[in-house]
């Protein structure tokens, strides 16, 4: 069988948690094992992921947001750096042409598939983490209809899944969550997401319809208004002031419909059977890192621990 043994973790955390390692012999079980991290986005999942594969340092992490698989558009798509994942393997971050145009749901289900059998079978651990919960959902279900959009109807969702699943939804109260999230994107304009999209944007796909990398929020807002003031500079222009607050804006609202739009497909797959796993990490999102540790870490480390055990 496939034991899991700990070892004393170097002093980082606060409390006392533990570095597991593995050793492997002669095992087999019917489904493999996949860890997903859920919830809205800016909630603390990529986070969650390093620090789960840091403790568990088999583990390898499988993106699961529909923005994030292209490559590209870092800042706007709010892909983790590599500085900050410390090592851990990622899959499917950035692997994505854009100019393939859009990376349906069967996609990931086909590619997610081949990568969870790839990392299952060095008997390491996969970490599937991402808000685009329609990719979570064709990935993991035992029979999946491309043709149609379970999200976009009241019909029922399966519970039978394809492997064996230990679910950590990542939840914040959404009035704390979506004052995050605002400052968040001016953070990221901090960081240079302007100068990012100015790259990116092309008036001739501005004006069709949007598909792959061209759907992530901030695109579509800042398309219009670099379709009249790309290369302008801001001096006084209280026109060109007033559209980029209103870009701005837009694209803050946005993300904030998005994130009620990713907690309300997450609250459907619970009401289906699905088992997950809700830690609040409201207090969290605001306090230090001993909180983070406290109340959304160790909780998790817990639950992952119980689930290898069985």
Known sequence: ??????????????????????????????????????GATGSGKSRLSIDLATLFPFSEIINSDKMQVYRGLDITTNKIPHSHRRGVPHHLLGDVDPSHGDFSP?????????????I???????????G??????????QNFDPRFNVFHSQALISSHLRYNCCFLWVDIAFPVLSQYLRQRVD????????????????????????????KAIGVPEFDRFFNKYLGSHA??????EHAYREAVRAIKDNTCQLAQRQIGKIERLRRAGWDLRRI???????????VWERQVLEPSVKIVKRFLME
């Open 280 to 290: 609040d990490a409201t207090e969290a999102l605001t306090s230090g890192s001993h």
């Open 132 to 141: 685009s919960n329609s990719f979570v959902h064709a990935l993991l279900v």
């Open 1 to 38: 069988m496939r034991l899991w043994i700990l070892q004393p973790q170097p002093q980082r955390y606060h409390y006392p948690i533990k570095r597991w390692t593995r050793m492997d012999a002669a095992f087999h079980r019917r489904k493999d094992k996949v860890v997903v991290i859920m």
């Open 235 to 240: 001096g006084s222009d209280p026109l060109r």
């Open 120 to 130: 299952s079978a060095r008997g390491n651990l996969p970490l599937l983490v991402g």
């Open 187 to 214: 953070q990221m304009l901090d960081s240079g997401m302007l100068d990012e999209l100015a790259q990116f944007f092309d008036p001739d796909a501005a004006s069709r319809t949007r598909f792959g990398l061209r």
């Open 106 to 118: 069967a996609d990931f289900r086909c590619r997610g598939a081949d990568t969870i059998a790839d």
